[in-house]
């Protein structure tokens, strides 16, 4: 290379460097090794974290990303590797999570000559991603990662891909085109605030209601609009629920927090809410078919009132009669503004704060009583409520599907705003939560960060225990245990006159499993030494897993409404 010059691979390393990546999560590969040389020899900053498995790259960059508003990053090799890490790209993307993946893929000039790791990257993820290329000169390396993170933070933010092969690593680049716009590295980044037009007609279609409800998803979130949304509720005097994304929007504690809504973690006493309400305010939430219960609460004809980043959820399911396109928080807040100037007091509502202590106290009255039980096998009512005795109010749960995302959404306690209790609700994906919280410590190593798997996730993702063992990374895990793929078991009891196919297996002692790869574990059968078993395994300043055993989804009262019905 001459003096001006870099590889290709070196000015890839550089442009992340110029956006702020600190952090690369990923597994290593033979197309791979010019970007490898390149983070090797670089003075850059970053540290990679390697991984057991793309998927689970993918898993900690969205989590990364979601903790830290920061762009999450993730590589892979060519072939296997690309196919790997899809599960990830489509989930951060569909949760509106801003991930980078980054394939190596073969020599642009072995195409068509069926090289070893073929396939067509840029088929592959265009539709799982919001953005994508596959990169076949190197000079465009610098205006395509630009590109990709402008994608990424902007409007509504998503997942890019970009396809890296052999050569156009080698090729040099000028080095004069290395340049960044540091800002595109978090998100949302470059925002924009809505037509005051629509914000009018918003506030006169609100100020009529009788019985308004609000509804957020993860938007607010993702803005940092928490607080003036729960504002907004206030002067309203508005009860404010959440989709399962949107779990810290409000603390729990507040008097208008009604919590999750919908098919997973919503309980008959919030459902009522919904249909109570002559008005629903959506705010960054898609109404899909978790949120509103398969589009059935509310009800068709409910009058509805949309604000979105993204114009294409506005009225893709309900009649709307007022939308708002915009950053939530500069959405939210322009809103308030216009609220707060033709309002006099807080209406009196029925639908209001004595509403929702009602409906609460209706939800923990039944919580509590299996929450105390001293059965065998434990009741997930009572790991709940035993994790929330032993953990900081500051600590970053993340939850699998199955059995551990119902019973976080309804019941575990969220006493402040921001992101600290999630799930992958998008695709629902097993196996998610065991890798997940290492980009979760990685993007908040000040707070206790705690992963709660199905042993069916166990299954999926307990490769990741090298990783965690080898890194001493301190979090905990929860492995709840009852040797059934739980869901599917509810499912078939629900739906299918009980008529169980192909969803047991057997019992795993996965404290001797993580103990194998140096961890250190306890294993809970006994519901009296559940406390102290997790209390020191928060405590310990190094990795640490609880295997409990409990009763299975089929056989508990879990708050999934299909099933109680």
Not at 220 to 245: C, H, K, M, Q, W
Not at 263 to 272: D, F, L, Y
Not at 459 to 484: D, H
């Amino acid at each position: 290379m001459s003096q001006n010059q870099l590889s290709g691979a070196e000015a890839f390393v550089r442009m992340l460097q110029l956006h702020g990546v600190k952090h690369i999560f990923g597994l290593c590969g033979d197309t791979t090794l010019p970007l490898y040389d390149a983070l090797y020899q670089l003075d850059h900053g970053m540290n990679h974290i390697l991984t057991r498995d793309e998927r689970s790259a993918s898993y900690m960059a969205d989590t990364y990303a979601r903790v830290s508003g920061r762009v999450g990053i993730c590589e892979g090799p060519s072939g296997g590797g690309a196919t790997y890490i899809l599960p990830g790209v489509v989930e951060a993307n569909e949760s509106s999570i801003p991930i980078l993946a980054i394939t190596s893929d073969i020599s642009v000039a072995s195409r068509g000559h069926f090289a070893l790791t073929e396939l067509d990257q840029n088929g592959l993820f265009r539709p799982l991603c919001k953005w994508n290329a596959v990169i076949d000169q190197a000079a465009t390396i610098p205006e395509l990662i630009r590109n990709a993170f402008t994608e990424m933070t902007t409007g509504r933010p998503g997942a890019a891909h970009l396809g890296l092969p052999y050569d156009v690593q080698k090729a040099p680049v000028d080095e004069e085109s290395v340049w960044a716009d540091e800002s595109l590295g978090v998100y949302p980044s470059r925002r924009f605030g809505p037509d005051m037009a629509t914000v009018k007609a918003a506030a006169d279609a609100i100020l009529t209601a009788k019985e308004p409800l609000i509804i957020c998803g993860g938007g607010p979130i993702n803005s940092g609009g928490e607080a003036a949304l729960v504002e907004l509720a206030e002067v309203l005097e508005a009860p404010l629920a959440t989709s399962v994304s949107g779990q810290g929007t409000i603390p729990d504690d507040h008097p208008l927090a009604v919590g999750v809504v919908g098919s997973n973690g919503g309980v008959m006493a919030t459902r009522e809410m919904v249909i109570a309400a002559d008005m629903i305010i959506y705010v960054g939430c898609r109404a899909g078919s978790v949120t509103t219960e398969r589009w059935r609460f509310p009800a068709q004809g409910t009058r509805i009132v949309h604000i979105d980043a993204d114009p294409a959820v506005i009225a893709a399911t309900y009649q709307t009669e007022a939308a708002v396109i915009g950053d939530a928080k500069l959405c939210i807040e322009a809103l308030l503004d216009e609220v707060k100037g033709r309002i006099s007091g807080p209406p009196k509502r029925t639908l209001g704060k004595s509403a929702v202590a009602k409906a609460k106290a209706e939800k923990w009255a039944a919580f509590d009583e299996l929450a105390r039980s001293d059965d065998r096998p434990i009741k997930p009512e009572r790991i709940i409520a035993t994790l929330q005795d032993v953990l900081p109010d500051d600590a970053v749960i993340v939850g699998d599907p199955g059995t551990p995302c119902p019973y976080l959404s309804a019941f575990y306690k969220i006493r402040r705003t921001g992101r600290t209790v999630f799930s992958n609700r998008a695709h629902g994906a097993l196996g998610y939560a065991l890798p997940a919280v290492v980009g979760a410590y990685y993007g908040r190593p000040e707070a206790k960060c705690l992963s709660v798997s199905g042993d069916g996730s166990f299954g999926m993702a307990v490769g990741e225990l090298e990783t965690i063992a080898r890194l001493n990374i301190p979090v905990t895990m929860i492995v709840v245990s009852n040797g059934v793929y739980g869901w599917i078991k509810a499912g078939q009891k629900s739906g299918f006159g009980g008529r169980y196919y192909s969803v047991d297996f057997s019992q795993t002692n996965h404290a001797k499993v993580a103990q194998a790869y140096g961890i250190k574990v306890w294993h809970v059968e006994d519901p009296a030494e559940l406390k102290g078993a997790l209390a020191k395994a928060v405590e310990h300043d190094g990795p640490t897993l609880v295997d409990i055993v409990a009763q299975p989804l089929h056989e508990a009262r879990a708050p999934v409404s299909e099933w109680v019905a």
